[in-house]
């Protein structure tokens, strides 16, 4: 069974920083590209940033480049998302997923408010 667990999630000012992790057990992490969304009340879910398997590849949605960095520890099947320079905009629940065809999976999320 495929479960993805979000922690780190908090209140921070802004400007601040915050680094939220997400762990994968039960899951052939190394396989699989994951990814960091985030979602506002009113708002679509929105792709943040994803990462290859092997970490070689990492992209970021415009609103977060040169802010937020994406990486993952195959070894502690976990993906973490740094979150410098936080605005209020950042303001979401942030969810990790993957595709292990034929289906997306999600976490639960957590809440990080800037503010």
């Known amino acids: 069974q495929v479960q993805l667990v979000e922690s780190g999630g908090g209140l921070v000012q802004p400007g601040g920083s915050l680094r939220v992790s997400c762990a994968a057990p039960g899951v052939m992490f190394y396989s699989h590209c994951m990814g960091w969304f985030r979602q506002s009340p009113g708002k679509e879910r929105e792709r943040v940033a994803t990462?290859?398997?092997?970490?070689?590849?990492?992209n970021y949605a415009d609103s977060v480049k040169g802010r937020f960095t994406i990486s993952r520890d195959n070894a502690k099947n976990t993906v973490y998302l740094q979150m410098n320079s936080l605005k209020s905009e950042d303001t979401a629940v942030y969810y990790c997923?993957?595709?292990?065809?034929?289906?997306?999976?999600w976490g639960q999320g957590t809440q990080v408010t800037v503010s």
């Open positions: 990462i290859a398997r092997d970490s070689s590849r990492v």
């Open positions: 997923g993957t595709n292990i065809i034929p289906r997306d999976y």
